[in-house]
């Protein structure tokens, strides 16, 4: 096979590595989740799920089925329009308040779960995202925690 020698060099780019969370997740400040959950109202919580989980199908062998993310978001846009548009229909937006919390916060775990796995997979240890914080803070806890992660695989390649 013939090479061209005017041809421009071609090598691989990316650096192989073990760690799947640096190299796919975005490092983006819990304060800003607080601050957009609460300036959308609770919605940025739901996006943030979404996005994150995306991810995680991406890189984790055991994907997070799409049904719960489309359930979530609709129990979502239920609730709104139960509370807010419709306010009379109390017993009904208690019904799909229920259901808007449980699909949320089983997305939720589902998410920190995938994020735990990885994490340990690639520190070759048990890594731990606390049950109770993620219940507490949600979205804001994992983001501080997956923000945590990058910076300690940061300063340990930088040593």
Known sequence: MESNPYSAPTSELTAATDDLISGDFQRFSAWWVFILS???????PVY????RARVVNRIHDNPIAPAWFYLMAIFCALTFLAGVIIPEMGAFYTIVYIGYIVTYLASLFKVRNRLQDLMSKSTGSAYRLGPVMTFLFNSIYLQYKINEYIDQRQQSADK
């Open 38 to 44: 609460i300036v959308t109202l609770g919605i940025y």
């Open 48 to 51: 943030w799920i979404c996005t």
